[in-house]
């Protein structure tokens, strides 16, 4: 219970709290959600303007990727505040999404997120919730970016009342309309059946893109005491494969194979030592890695 780092999250890429440190909150009440309008990291002006955590949606790798600025229960800087009701100091932890909620802005419209991303986001909130209590609802509206009128909009009091998910677009105090029409009711629905199940809500897309990364990784590992790589090992046994046809051929052409040349060029063909000798153990160890990686909330 209350772990200040989220476990999926770079913490050390762009880690503001030292420059700017905020004030901590023994307790949590709220997640308040941005959009950068950008389709890059943002600098935060050094981290002057920088929300608690950020998150990017890898869309080739389907996946989402998070960046930690501040621990979630230290204050950060991402809302103006201009009345004595606190914002970004009211027991809330803020995370940027990078991308938009305007048609036709930069990175990833938001609003129309395909449900890996949404699960992303649904994984973010039911460890929230397990480590802060913070609730999985969200009684505001998320309307579409661009109205005309702001009625969306809490009142100081009803922020400081207000416990769950919501947006900038909800803050007193503030006047940008950021993250827009974001599908929150869907992204806390898959965090609850994520509770309720005991595990993360993993799409198809999800499961091939983990199979994928983790057949990268049993590829690229080094076989202990060899220096060399799986991939290296099993193109050197069929290498082998190859030479043997070629001798075989050799053999039926003229009836000659030479027993010494033969075992000569396997032994020259054999990598330095073979998959027998691989720790498996520390294979699995490496998969599962990556699977608590993708996985774990
Ligand atoms: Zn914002």
């Known amino acids: 219970m209350h772990a200040t780092q989220y476990s999926l999250a770079n913490a050390t890429a762009q880690w503001f709290a030292d420059d700017h440190p905020g004030v901590t909150f023994t307790s949590l009440e709220k997640c308040l959600w941005h959009s950068t309008e950008t389709s890059g990291w943002p600098g935060y002006s050094g981290g002057a303007t920088a929300p608690n955590l950020t998150v990017t949606p890898d869309r080739s790798a389907k996946r989402l990727v ?18 004595t ?9 803020q995370i940027e999404l990078v991308g938009t909620c305007v048609p036709g802005g930069p990175g990833l419209f938001w609003p129309t997120a395909p449900d890996w991303a949404l699960a992303g986001i649904a994984d973010f909130a ?21 109205a005309s009128d702001d009625w969306q909009r809490l009142s100081d009091s009803a922020y400081n009342d207000y416990a769950g998910h919501l947006g900038h677009e909800h803050a007193p105090q503030n006047d940008h309309r950021d993250p827009g029409a974001l599908a929150m009711a869907r992204a806390l629905t898959i965090a609850t059946s994520e509770l309720s199940t005991g595990g993360t809500t993993v799409t198809p897309d999800e499961i091939d893109a983990v199979a994928q990364r983790t057949f990268e990784k049993i590829f690229n590992y080094t076989v202990p005491g060899t220096g060399v790589n799986f991939q290296t090992v099993i ?19 003229n009836d000659e194979i030479d027993p010494k040349a033969l075992a000569a060029a396997i032994v020259a063909g054999l990598p330095p030592q073979l998959p ?20 774990a909330g």
Request: proline share 3%; aromatic share 10%.
């Open 126 to 146: 039911a460890w929230l919730y397990r480590e802060w209590a913070v609730p999985l609802k969200s009684t505001v509206t998320w309307r579409a970016y661009g």
């Open 235 to 253: 193109s050197r046994v069929y290498g082998q494969g190859i030479l043997l046809e070629k001798l075989v051929k050799a053999g039926d052409a």
């Open 276 to 295: 027998a000798n691989v720790d498996v153990k520390a294979v699995a160890v490496a998969v599962a890695d990556e699977l608590r990686n993708r996985l």
């Open 66 to 83: 998070w960046r930690q600025h501040f621990p979630v229960n230290m204050s950060s800087r991402a809302l103006l505040h201009t009345h």
């Open 85 to 93: 009701q606190p914002t970004n100091g009211d027991h809330v932890v």
